[in-house]
């Protein structure tokens, strides 16, 4: 089955800065790759996402790169604010199969 | 538009209890899929029903965890007898495959989080 690897666990960067979050997973057959946002005593919440046939995905302050060749996706989040710390996931699906999740990064925004 | 819609939101039981746990999923969904969440296993998935009919329960942790999938707006998750160890949030989550015209996208509910003592 698939793999989803995900990096960092931890990432702490000042307000304002970038923050970036990598996945990389094992299974060429999977074509769509979600990220998800985690904030605390809530269910994951679906912020952007990329099928296989785009590159790069882009939404006001987060943009999302998969490189296919390489089976690996980043999240891009620039000029954070506080109320961009949660627990990120990754996931990867092929069409009609089960989503796989990576091991989830906690981003803190320090004001 | 409701999401996903689980219920109740936290559950306090004593070991050996039934435990029951329930969703509603996004109207017009054809998939569900329950998980489970702790700090050290982070998000497994458990099961996952097509068209309420259950494609893949190899991550049920074992006989005493059971699920249902009577109609296309209701699921439930049964773990009977419960243990310390079952302690966890567990998420319900709904899409609409893109073989069945949707885009595939996965929403989650809220959680139940369940204490078993």
């Known amino acids: 089955g698939e793999n989803v690897e995900q990096h960092p666990s931890t990432l702490s960067v000042q307000e304002g800065d970038s923050a970036v979050i990598k996945c990389t997973y094992s299974?060429?057959?999977?074509?769509?790759f979600p990220w998800y946002k985690q904030e605390l005593g809530k269910g994951p919440q679906l912020i952007i996402d990329i099928r296989s046939n785009v590159g790069e995905k882009k939404d006001q302050r987060i943009a999302v790169t998969l490189n296919k060749t390489a089976k690996h996706f980043s999240l891009h989040i620039t000029e954070t604010q506080p109320e961009d710390s949660a627990v990120y996931f990754c996931?990867?699906?092929?069409?009609?199969?089960?989503?796989?999740f990576g091991t989830g990064t906690s981003l803190t925004v320090i004001p | 538009d409701a999401g996903v819609i689980q219920s109740p939101r936290h559950e306090v039981t004593e070991m050996g209890q039934e435990v029951t746990l329930r969703c509603k999923p996004i109207s017009g969904h054809n998939s569900l899929f329950w998980y489970r969440q702790t700090m050290m296993r982070g998000l497994e998935l458990l099961i996952y029903?097509?068209?309420?009919?259950?494609?893949?329960d190899s991550g049920m942790p074992e006989d005493r965890f059971s699920a249902k999938m009577p109609n296309a707006s209701f699921s439930t998750l049964k773990i009977q007898p419960s243990e310390p160890r079952d302690s966890a949030v567990y998420f319900c989550?709904?899409?609409?495959?893109?073989?069945?015209?949707?885009?595939?996208?996965?929403?989650f509910g809220e959680g139940s989080r369940l204490t078993v003592l």
């Open positions: 996931a990867a699906r092929e069409t009609g199969n089960q989503f796989y």
């Open positions: 299974d060429s057959a999977s074509n769509y």
């Open positions: 989550a709904s899409s609409l495959g893109a073989r069945a015209g949707g885009n595939g996208e996965l929403f």
């Open positions: 029903f097509n068209n309420n009919v259950p494609i893949d």
